[in-house]
T-cell receptor, first 116, second 111 residues
Framework: DSGVTQTPKHLITATGQRVTLRCSPR?????VYWYQQSLDQGLQFLIQ???????AKGNILERFSAQQFPDLHSELNLSSLELGDSALYFC???????????????FGEGSRLTVL | DAKTTQPPSMDCAEGRAANLPCNHS???????VYWYRQIHSQGPQYIIH???NNETNEMASLIITEDRKSSTLILPHATLRDTAVYYC????????????FGAGTTVTVRA
């Protein structure tokens, strides 16, 4: 158990719809990272937040948005869904461990999105 | 971040050591080598990382060549549960810890 919680675990929806994926980072971790893993693309970095502020953007579509709330949980919003958005979406968190920062990310178990 | 090259797949016998190579010939002085693995669509799991010295933890050992252009992850006694995709990642200190995953090596441990 990494300590990172993602909900829902599975989600089936139709094209054109909008969904929200939720991530609770490890207790005390300030950074949250979102990744997408589809069959033909591998693990792709989408976006990173640090203490509520967007820190870095990767290959995130304009139809997708994210935010991190004051309690540090994060949500990834996917809208106008297309068949190609079907993928596993992972959230990871990183924090200071024992005063030293090893830079390791702790990943949740992912949310599997199926768009029909 | 420097790119890495890994073999697409390898087999290993249960109970034997698994040696996973990674080439990172363009690595720069401030870049770390990280290893993660992903077991069948679960979230990636951190294994080990290093800068230039060899490292060992309860999961594995990391051997980095003196010129730092390649490294080897060693799983000392592979078990069936070690079957996974293993990712070698080079990360600089300036990219705020985000990781760029390649295709990795699919390791199959056989009984």
């Amino acid at each position: 158990d990494s300590g990172v919680t993602q909900t829902p675990k599975h989600l089936i929806t139709a094209t054109g719809q909008r969904v929200t994926l939720r991530c609770s980072p490890r207790s005390g971790d300030l950074s949250v990272y979102w990744y997408q893993q589809s069959l033909d693309q591998g693990l792709q970095f989408l976006i990173q937040y640090y203490n509520g502020e967007e820190r870095a953007k990767g290959n995130i579509l304009e139809r997708f948005s994210a935010q991190q709330f004051p309690d540090l949980h994060s949500e990834l919003n996917l809208s106008s869904l297309e068949l190609g958005d079907s993928a596993l979406y992972f959230c990871a968190s990183r924090g200071l461990a024992g005063g030293t920062n090893t830079g390791e990310l702790f990943f949740g178990e992912g949310s599997r999105l199926t768009v029909l | 971040d420097a790119k890495t090259t890994q073999p697409p797949s390898m087999d290993c016998a249960e109970g034997r050591a698994a040696n996973l190579p990674c080439n990172h010939s363009t690595i720069s002085g401030n870049e770390y080598v990280y290893w993660y693995r992903q077991i069948h669509s679960q979230g990636p799991q951190y294994i080990i990382h290093g800068l230039k010295n060899n490292e060992t933890n309860e999961m594995a050992s990391l051997i980095i060549t003196e010129d730092r252009k390649s490294s080897t992850l060693i799983l000392p006694h592979a078990t069936l549960r070690d079957t996974a995709v293993y990712y070698c990642i080079v990360r600089s200190l300036s990219n705020d810890y985000k990781l760029s995953f390649g295709a990795g090596t699919t390791v199959t441990v056989r009984a």
